[in-house]
């Protein structure tokens, strides 16, 4: 079983400041696949980043970088200068081995960002 | 572009009532999902179907149904709600492509059961 654990249930951060969210998984799967979710107060579901396990250099999309430890199982969602619109929920989940095309992520319970003006 | 749409965005139920919950996409996915979130926690699979006429439980598949009624639309249906059906729901698609490893979500139904 798969299991994503995010332990900032809430985060402030100054504007034009960096900050990071952690994100910690279990899984005994060789092969899986992590990605950040971003949830602003209107409800949707954004996509900001994916990191595969078997990709060797971390993944970035450009203010977001995933800083990918496997041994440690970590995969941290750095946001650098940080801005206003970055408040929001912000979710860490992982998918299994890819097969028979399906997706099914296991999400962590999320982190609160706040960005202090 | 549309993307993932999802229709109601707010339903208010009585206990004992029926409703779907109807989700379309335009970008020739083959694989669509459906998902709750609850307070302080994160999206939780109900169904998914990996392809059409193809349709499987996720975590927590109890007092829903599915149908994919062809490769765009995945409904959602409780039979009889209950208030632990209370929830945001959310439905989403997914190409079958490994280099482009990404789920597109709709905008979500606020779902209250009385």
């Known amino acids: 079983a798969q299991k994503i654990t995010q332990t900032q249930p809430g985060m402030f951060v100054q504007e034009k400041e960096a900050v990071t969210l952690d994100c910690t998984y279990d899984?005994?799967?060789?092969?899986?696949?992590l990605f950040w979710y971003k949830q602003p107060s209107s409800g949707e579901m954004i996509f900001l980043i994916y990191?595969?396990?078997?990709d060797e250099q971390n993944a970035t999309e450009g203010r977001y970088s995933l800083n990918f430890q496997k041994a440690r199982k970590s995969a941290n969602l750095v946001i650098s200068a940080s801005q206003l619109g970055d408040s929001a929920m912000y979710f860490c989940?992982?998918?299994?081995?890819w097969g028979a095309g399906s997706y099914q992520l296991t999400f962590g319970k999320g982190t609160k960002l706040s960005v202090i003006p | 572009n549309a993307g993932v749409t999802q229709t109601p965005k707010f339903q208010v139920l009585k206990t004992g009532q029926s409703m779907t919950l109807q989700c379309a996409q335009d970008?020739?996915?083959?694989?669509m999902y459906w998902y709750r979130q609850d307070p302080g926690m994160g999206l939780r699979l109900i169904y998914y179907?990996?392809?059409?006429?193809?349709?499987d439980k996720g975590e927590v598949p109890n007092g829903y149904n599915v149908s994919r009624l062809n490769k765009r639309e995945f409904s959602l249906r409780l039979e009889s709600a209950a208030p632990s059906q209370t929830s945001v729901y959310f439905c989403?698609?997914?190409?079958?492509?490994?280099?482009?490893?990404?789920?597109?979500f709709g905008s979500g139904t606020q779902l209250s059961v009385l």
């Open positions: 989403a698609s997914s190409v079958t492509d490994r280099n482009n490893e990404k789920l597109f």
């Open positions: 970008m020739n996915h083959n694989s």
């Open positions: 179907s990996a392809s059409e006429g193809t349709t």
């Open positions: 899984t005994s799967d060789q092969s899986y696949g």
């Open positions: 990191q595969g396990s078997y």
């Open positions: 989940a992982m998918r299994g081995p």
